[in-house]
Nanobody, 115 residues
Framework: QVQLVESGGGLVQPGGSLRLSCAVS??????????MAWYRQAPGKQRELVAT???????SYAGSVKGRFTISRDNAKKMLYLQMNRLNPEDTGVYYC???????WGQGTQVTVTS
């Protein structure tokens, strides 16, 4: 059974940066074969897709974060990352990583952008 554990959230001022990490363990398939994604959920809003990283290394981004966020993966370490730059208050929310192959979610990590 795949398990995902996010870390790296916190409180940051507008214009600041954070790097989120997602540690992956377990499961039948090698991590390198797993398409992965970051989602976020702002207070009172639906969960939305932020970025994806396919098993072949292709990436995609929501329009609201393109050019500011970078998704990456280290297959040897079984880690997924989200580098977030130029953060603004609209980026506030709980960030989740998801294994798109198995549908498994992590527990989430809180990101709060405020002055």
């Amino acid at each position: 059974q795949v398990q995902l554990v996010e870390s790296g959230g916190g409180l940051v001022q507008p214009g600041g940066s954070l790097r989120l990490s997602c540690a992956v363990s377990g499961g039948t398939y090698a991590f390198s074969y797993m398409p992965m994604a970051w989602y976020r959920q702002a207070p009172g809003k639906q969960r939305e897709l932020v970025a994806t990283a396919s098993s072949s290394g292709d990436t995609s981004y929501a329009g609201s974060v393109k050019g500011r966020f970078t998704i990456s993966r280290d297959n040897a370490k079984k880690m997924l990352y989200l580098q977030m730059n130029r953060l603004n208050p609209e980026d506030t929310g709980v960030y989740y990583c998801k294994n798109e192959l198995t549908g498994t979610w992590g527990q989430g990590t809180q990101v709060t952008v405020t002055s």
